[in-house]
């Protein structure tokens, strides 16, 4: 248990429909991440959250929306997306200290949703 | 490439040997990590090390870092099955606390 937890662990869906991801993490963390970790592919950081806003957007489609609601919480919303969208996504939460600019900390990863777009 | 590189992809060894698995980098760092990730879950951290610090050990691991060459290695010492995994070092990237992993090492232990 690292005390960050993802729902659901598997999803199937097909083009059309529209799902949810969630994260929680339960370490008083102020930022948290998603990743998305497809076969063969580096983890790819997608988005960042430090303070419950948006800091980085790595270039992702729109098909992919986040949401941080609290410190505590973070979705990813999806939409039309391709098989291609197909990857293990990875939410990560870290505790970034302000005075240090660009020193990253751990971070702490939950197990993971399993997407397969059909 | 921004994103580190581990080598070798792949080490298949024998339970009781020691593993070495390298990442080399481009830019500067503040500090640089080590994660395993288990088949299909998520990242665990193993090791933190800062740039002013060129060894550090936690256990069975042994981390080494060489600014001057760019480059880390982790070390593990007499290695169980249970340690059979991917590794991943991890450098600071864009902005403030952001990680860039590399690809990762695949580590099989046989029993």
């Known amino acids: 248990e690292t005390g960050v937890t993802q729902t659901p662990r598997h999803l199937v869906m097909g083009m059309t429909n529209k799902k949810s991801l969630k994260c929680e993490q339960h370490?008083?963390?102020?930022?948290m991440y998603w990743y998305k970790q497809s076969a063969k592919k580096p983890l790819e950081l997608m988005f960042v959250?430090?303070?419950?806003?948006?800091?980085e957007n790595n270039s992702v489609p729109s098909r992919f929306s986040p949401e941080c609601p609290n410190s505590s919480h973070l979705f990813l919303h999806l939409h039309t997306l391709q098989p291609e969208d197909s990857a293990l996504y990875l939410c990560?939460?870290?505790?970034?200290?302000?005075?240090?600019?660009?020193?990253?900390?751990?971070?702490?990863f939950g197990p993971g949703t399993r997407l397969t777009v059909l | 490439s921004q994103q580190g590189e581990e080598d070798p992809q792949a080490l298949s060894i024998q339970e009781g040997e020691n593993a070495t698995m390298n990442c080399s980098y481009k830019?500067?760092?503040?500090?640089l990590q080590w994660y395993r990730q288990n088949s299909g879950r998520g990242l665990v951290h193993l090791i933190l090390?800062?740039?002013?610090?060129r060894e550090k050990h936690s256990g069975r691991l042994r981390v080494t870092l060489d600014t001057s060459k760019k480059s880390s290695s982790l070390l593990i010492t007499a290695s169980r099955a249970a340690d059979t995994a991917s590794y991943f070092c991890a450098r600071m990237g864009g902005s403030q606390g952001n990680l860039i992993f590399g690809k990762g090492t695949k580590l099989s232990v046989k029993p």
């Open positions: 830019t500067s760092i503040n500090n």
């Open positions: 959250y430090n303070f419950k806003e948006q800091t």
């Open positions: 090390i800062r740039s002013n610090e």
């Open positions: 370490l008083g963390h102020n930022a």
């Open positions: 990560a939460s870290s505790q970034v200290d302000r005075g240090l600019a660009g020193a990253p900390n751990e971070q702490f």
